[in-house]
Every structure is written in C-alpha cells, then in structure tokens.
C-alpha cells in the first residue's frame, strides 16, 4: 500500500534552515508528481512546492526563491529544502502523491498524504 513518512521538521530561529524529507513506497514514484502542503490549526491546507515527474518545479509566492523541491527516484524520496525561514513559515507540512489529473496547487488534486512534520520558528 501507498505510504509516505516525512521527517526533517523540527524548532528553528528565523532566518534558519530546514531540510525535509518524505519517504514514498508502494508505488512507481518515478511516474508521479509530488507536492508539499502546510497547514497551521483552524486553516485550510495551503499548497507550498510541487515537483513533476519531468522534474519540474511549482512554487507558492510566499516561498519562492526560499525553498526548493527535489526528488531522487532512486531512493523514493521527495525533499523540500527550506532557507530563510520566517515565523509565518510555521506549519505542519505534508507530502502527498499527486493523481495525475487537477491543478498541482490544490489539495484535491492528491490522492494519498503523509502524516505531516512540525516547523516551528521562532524570532
């Protein structure tokens, strides 16, 4: 069955980095677009960074040129590099598995997510 587990998260000052990873199995992750979500309580799950299969990158505004997305299909592995990191970054983030139909942005568009990562910065 799909799984994903990410890790990486943790408490950071402002202006720090961060480097979360997202583990995939049970299926072909090479053929699959990735996503990166974040969401802080009593708010809807915001899209952050999602990578195609062709490797190519979307970014939220609010994160652009801060943080960036990679994969390597040989370990199963998305990653979200985060630099330059603010307060408003805090959130739970998630990976999820794209279904290969739907705007990359929208969270709709995934089919299986992650159990999330908590980021904390602090000023």
């Known amino acids: 069955q799909v799984q994903l587990v990410e890790s990486g998260g943790g408490l950071v000052q402002a202006g720090g980095s961060l480097r979360l990873s997202c583990a995939a199995s049970?299926?072909?992750?090479?053929?699959?677009?990735m996503g990166w979500f974040r969401q802080t309580p009593g708010k809807e799950r915001e899209f952050v960074a999602t990578?195609?299969?062709?490797?190519?990158?979307y970014y939220a505004v609010s994160v652009k040129g801060r943080f960036t997305i990679s994969r390597d299909n040989a370990k199963n592995t998305v990653y979200l590099q985060m630099n330059s990191l603010k307060p408003e970054d805090t959130a739970l983030y998630y990976c999820?598995?794209?279904?290969?139909?739907?705007?990359?942005?929208?969270?709709?568009?995934?089919?299986?997510w992650g159990q999330g990562t908590q980021v904390t910065v602090f000023s």
């Open positions: 999820a598995k794209h279904l290969r139909s739907g705007a990359y942005t929208r969270a709709d568009s995934y089919d299986y």
């Open positions: 049970g299926f072909t992750f090479r053929s699959y677009a």
């Open positions: 990578i195609r299969s062709d490797a190519y990158e």
